[in-house]
């Protein structure tokens, strides 16, 4: 928690502030107060925690990092309302993430790092390598920030940005804990999901942390040869024991298993590879659910989108053998929807709005 000399305070828990006010000197209830005025109120500075005396405001603003994001552009999708936002950190990179809305409430879509070291082929976020890892805190911001300039509650939230959220296991835990807290934002479990590209041995772990959260594993392709075509990572863990870990995670917490499967037209997209899908899927013996996305075009990269007759007529097959498969809403396609292809723009010096 200590950064150089200075306390990331926005990412400690309330037993570790306590902690921390008491090394300062302060009653125990401070803690209490902080606490609220960071995860409650989203507070954007010491000065507005206007019930704590000004000697604590002084000693904070000495000792304390308050992470707070500085929103540099939001765009704002005419075609359904969906929000991306462009977000400075205090080392002047930049992060994406996204509100979208829907009947049953607002759902944001955080980044976990800036860039990705995980190297899909179809993806923005890849292109420019692994920057850093986000803290806790600069993850739960994205959040406090959408909320607070929506004025609406945040209901949902998906790890689904730029990043592995499982390639930054420590930050993304604590950051579970802290946002689903009943003294912070309470996001209920079940409404937060995490998506990776398969790294084993950390969704064995996270199936352990007795979480009620959904995992949302990125498959992209039936078999490990056209898996680990798309995803480097699929050479590190091959499909069989990925799936072995999707299993593991459904027998620990009872969650459903969410497969993401983006489809690219003459790339996954085949009769026969629904049919291997099928098969795979039957074979996992676990309640899954299979979200397709048809792929978002990103200009450095050289894949397309199946027409609509083929997306639909992949997911029929897979209804028809009784898999749930749902075809995903592609949101703010006008606004650079795809993972990455904002803060990429941003990168090149084209991300005027
Ligand atoms: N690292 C995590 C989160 C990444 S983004 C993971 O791999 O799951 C969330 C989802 O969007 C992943 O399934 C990812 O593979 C997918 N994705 C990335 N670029 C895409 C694109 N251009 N079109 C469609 N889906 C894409």
């Known amino acids: ?77 005419k075609e359904d309302g969906t ?7 205090s080392d002047g990179n930049v992060i994406e993430s996204v509100r979208m ?95 990776t590209c398969g790294i084993v041995p950390k969704m064995r772990m996270l199936a352990d942390e007795n979480l009620q959260i ?23 863990y091959a499909l069989e024991e990925v799936l072995e870990a999707c299993r593991y995670y459904f027998y620990k917490t009872g969650r459903r298993v969410t497969f993401e499967y983006s489809l690219s037209s003459g790339v996954n997209d085949s009769d026969e590879e629904a049919k291997q899908l099928i098969r795979l899927l039957r074979s996992i013996d676990a309640k899954c659910h299979v979200n397709l996305i048809p792929v978002n075009p990103v200009r450095e990269r050289d894949f397309r989108q199946p027409n609509r007759q083929s997306v639909l007529q992949f997911q029929k097959k897979l209804l028809e053998s009784g898999i749930n498969a749902t075809i995903r809403r592609e949101m703010g396609q006008d606004i650079d929807g795809a993972c990455g292809q904002l803060r990429r723009k941003y990168a090149a010096g084209t991300g005027e709005p």
Request: charged share 25%; with cysteine.
């Open 1 to 77: 928690m200590e950064t150089g000399q200075r306390t990331d305070i926005k990412s400690m828990y309330m037993e570790e502030l306590q902690e921390f006010v008491k090394r300062l000197g302060e009653k125990k209830y401070r803690a209490k107060q902080i606490y609220e005025w960071l995860h409650k109120k989203q507070a954007g500075s010491f000065e507005e925690m206007t019930n704590l005396p000004k000697s604590l405001i002084e000693k904070l603003k000495d000792s304390c990092i308050l992470t707070v994001l500085r929103t540099e552009t939001v765009q704002v999708s």
């Open 214 to 236: 959904t995992l949302a594993l990125s498959l992209h392709a039936p078999t490990q040869e056209k898996r680990s075509m798309l995803m480097p990572i699929a050479g590190t």
């Open 101 to 195: 809305q829907y009947k049953h409430g607002n759902s944001v879509c955080i980044s976990s790092q800036a860039g990705c070291r995980m190297g899909c082929r179809f993806c923005a976020s890849a292109i420019g390598g692994l920057v850093r890892n986000l803290t806790t805190a600069e993850m739960l911001d994205q959040i406090y920030r959408i909320g607070k300039e929506a004025g609406e509650r945040v209901s949902n939230v998906v790890v689904m940005g730029t990043g592995e959220p499982l390639d930054n296991y420590e930050n993304l835990l604590r950051f579970l804990h802290m946002v689903t807290d009943e003294d912070g934002l309470h996001i209920s479990q079940r409404n937060v999901t995490v998506s």
């Open 83 to 89: 929000k991306k936002y462009l977000f400075a950190l």
